[in-house]
């Protein structure tokens, strides 16, 4: 468990950092198996405006400084980033299954 903490600290630091933290609402880590059965995290970055979701090529470095800061903590897990914000509707339907509940 102690890993687990030490690494979503870790995590959400750099997340903060890298978006604002201002900008987030919140910020949900949860290990789980990938589809290939390697050990990765599930991170839901829950962002306070749909406008506030980086591109795709800000994703990519995030996740990249992810995967570092998770080999300097000899984690062998892979950061799943997953987007939304608290002004798009969804529907319950349209839910993440892996995506950890509050």
Do not use: C
């Amino acid at each position: 468990m102690t890993d687990l903490v030490d690494a979503a600290g870790e995590l959400k630091r750099i997340i903060g950092e890298s978006l604002g933290a201002e900008r987030i609402s919140r910020t949900r880590i949860a290990p789980y198996l990938d589809h290939a059965g390697d050990p990765a995290y599930s991170i839901a970055v829950t962002m306070t405006s749909e406008k506030d979701i980086p591109d795709s090529r800000r994703q990519t470095e995030l996740t990249q400084r992810l995967v570092e800061a998770l080999t300097k903590l000899d984690n062998p897990r892979f950061p799943y980033l997953y987007f939304d914000a608290l002004d798009i509707v969804r529907s319950p339907d349209e839910a993440d299954d892996f995506e950890p509940e509050d």
